[in-house]
């Protein structure tokens, strides 16, 4: 569903920068088919919508694309799916109706109509809260004072101007902190923009001659929360716009949060005045995670993912991608790609050159230590030792596998290991009976089987198969 709001949000974008005789020809029904390394793949209700899309508006729609997903997306691509109008599918968008609604909300700009703008905005943004915000050391003062403000806006901290380098998660701790107000306080009017959609606001507003209209939507709002003010540079009468706004709002003791890639004394482009408002409140910045953090970090994705990263491979990442957050996001892209697409399960070798390749590391000892070891691994072909490595990999006791133990813990790896035993080793159904407390012929090849079956439906089972026999060199 959460596609479906992104659409919506790009459609609002496109909307406000396109001829209406243009959108409404040429815009017909559209969802994301999927978003990888960068780029996304639109899918589109016909071939007519297509083509004129990547002749006519790529540009357009790539803009849009980008704002809404903060310039992670460096490309886009439009197919046609025929299975578009199926009503099951939730993440469509019908880009006639939706500009119907767009257009009365535009017509009838109330108080609450606003809010509930904001709310449907709210939804498209529901993975940035505060309750998932990872912590570290540098980011703790800048976390403890949004908490504090979702808490009790109008009373603590105002302004609250957070800053930092950029994909620090200020992006995140904003939108985090917007939505935990919403939830709390339903009745206030609570105003999320960036500077760059805070821009093309105003130009819009210039040219259709109704910035006040504008105006009031920013003087009406009880929160006003701005991101990325640094973007505000060399735009003058911008600036000065949103500097009215700040002395209505303040004086009104509206609650104020900013956020920007410096501190507001090195924001040399803005305008004195700006600058000095935005330190008559509390100034928090925000440092990059350390080693443990971007361990956390890194593993917390992957969870999110439910995907199965070797912990060998987590520490290596750390320990090499150091900059920021969206990089390791990125790297752990990568990876979930090439599985996805080859099967192939990560390892120490094979992230020691991708990182290399990409510029992260020139220490390959991750990789010689990792042929190193699987060099050693090779020759191990003892049932013991497939038994040893699939209880390490789960984490259970290695006499409960091979035991009569009914419990539900058990019976996975108990299966994982009849199967490796059967088709890595070649041992017969009756010698793998014998192993395994003298289970029959039969009973073996059930386990077998059936683990093949949940192996073609649980991707995530197959990659801990796979990644068990990477482990041990089979």
Known sequence: MENHYRVKNILTE????????????????????????????????????????????????????????????????????????????????????????????????SKKTSHSQVEIKAQSAKRYLLSNFIVWADNQL??????AVSKNPWKSYNPLYIYGDVWLWKTHLLQA???????????????????????????????????ERMREKFRDADVLVVDDVQFLSKKEQTQNELYNIFNILYDGNKQIIISGDRAPKELTELEPRLRSRFEWGITVDIGKPDYETRLAIIQEKAREKEFMIPQDVAEFIAAN???????????????????ELTGSTPNLSKIAQKLQKLSFTNDLLGESRYLQ?????????SYEDIIEAVSQHFGIEREGILWENRKKEFMIPRQVSMFLLKTKMSYTYERIGNIFSGRNHASVLYSCNKLEKLMKKDKKLLYEVNAIKESIGI
């Open 14 to 109: 496109i909307i406000e920068n396109v001829k209406k005789q243009d959108y409404l020809v040429y815009f017909r029904k559209i969802t994301i088919c999927k978003i990888e390394s960068g780029l996304i793949t639109f899918w589109t209700v016909s071939s007519f919508m297509r083509d004129n899309l990547q002749a006519k508006f790529y540009s357009l729609v790539l803009e849009a694309t980008k704002k809404e997903f903060w310039d992670s997306i460096t490309s886009i691509d439009f197919i046609v799916d025929n299975n578009i109008d199926n009503p099951s599918n939730i993440d469509a968008v019908d880009c006639q109706k939706f500009y119907k609604e767009y257009s009365r909300q535009q017509k009838t700009p």
């Open 142 to 147: 800048a976390y403890s004072a949004c908490e």
């Open 177 to 211: 902190t917007w939505n935990e107000i919403l939830k709390r306080f339903k009745d206030k009017k609570v105003t999320y923009t960036t500077a760059d959609k805070f821009i093309t606001e105003y130009v819009t507003a210039v040219k259709k001659r109704n910035v």
């Open 321 to 339: 991608v150091t900059e920021n957050v969206r990089e390791l996001e990125w790297v752990l892209n990568q990876m979930i790609a090439e599985y």
């Open 373 to 381: 070891k699987n060099k050693t691994l090779k020759t191990i072909r």
